[in-house]
T-cell receptor, first 112, second 118 residues
Framework: GESVGLHLPTLSVQEGDNSIINCAYS??????FIWYKQESGKGPQFIID?????DKRQGQRVTVLLNKTVKHLSLQIAATQPGDSAVYFC???????????FGKGTRLHILP | GAVVSQHPSWVICKSGTSVKIECRSL??????MFWYRQFPKQSLMLMAT?????????EQGVEKDKFLINHASLTLSTLTVTSAHPEDSSFYIC??????????????FGPGTRLTVL
């Protein structure tokens, strides 16, 4: 049966607009953060990462911002395209650990 | 480079049977592989860490006798779901860390295996 409350938040964005996906992480000892994209029926795909000694990192069409004070991470996607439609997960890796802790995920829905 | 494959990509089995899922690193050696489970509309949950040549380390709440992990070589880890039941139906995903990248903790993910237990 369905579990109440277990659903992915959805962000709907017009094609061509910028998307901002937010994430709150839990462990103040985490020093490495990654954003993953997961399309339906596939494994996670690495998008961009950032270390805790940085506030911002840019890739191709994507930017990750890190605010360690409030333990907040965001992913900005410029000029959103239909191919960006997927579920996006933030992930953290605590210092000197090798485990990836995944966040809850956000579904990005592109409006035509 | 850094490709991880899983086999099978999907499997349907009867309740009570065992199912083996393979995870291979195709172009690198992986001393450490990880197994995750993902239920619909949920995040990935780490089940266990698999180290080549040694016993796997299971996360709290994961039954090691039910989910048997074998990491017999630097390119292959297997997950066997023993006596599968419908509640074991899920998307199982593995990842691997490249032994040649030193202290890098980057993991490369497989495409996942959809298990459906009838």
């Amino acid at each position: 049966g369905e579990s109440v409350g277990l659903h992915l938040p959805t962000l709907s964005v017009q094609e061509g607009d910028n998307s901002i996906i937010n994430c709150a992480y839990s462990n103040s000892a985490s020093d490495y953060f990654i954003w993953y994209k997961q399309e339906s029926g596939k494994g996670p795909q690495f998008i961009i990462d950032i270390r805790s000694n940085m506030d911002k990192r840019q890739g191709q069409r994507v930017t990750v911002l890190l605010n360690k004070t409030v333990k907040h991470l965001s992913l900005q996607i410029a000029a959103t395209q239909p191919g960006d439609s997927a579920v996006y997960f933030c992930a953290e890796i605590p210092f000197r650990d090798d485990k990836i802790i995944f966040g809850k995920g956000t579904r990005l829905h592109i409006l035509p | 480079g850094a490709v991880v494959s899983q086999h099978p990509s999907w499997v349907i089995c009867k309740s009570g049977t065992s199912v083996k899922i393979e995870c291979r690193s195709l172009d690198f050696q992986a001393t450490t592989m990880f197994w995750y489970r993902q239920f619909p509309k949920q995040s990935l949950m780490l089940m266990a860490t698999s180290n080549e040549g040694s016993k796997a380390t299971y996360e709290q709440g994961v039954e090691k006798d039910k989910f048997l992990i074998n990491h017999a070589s630097l390119t292959l880890s297997t997950l066997t779901v023993t006596s599968a039941h419908p509640e074991d139906s899920s998307f199982y995903i593995c990842s691997a860390r490249d032994a040649g990248r030193g202290l890098s903790n980057e993991q490369f993910f497989g495409p996942g295996t959809r298990l459906t237990v009838l």
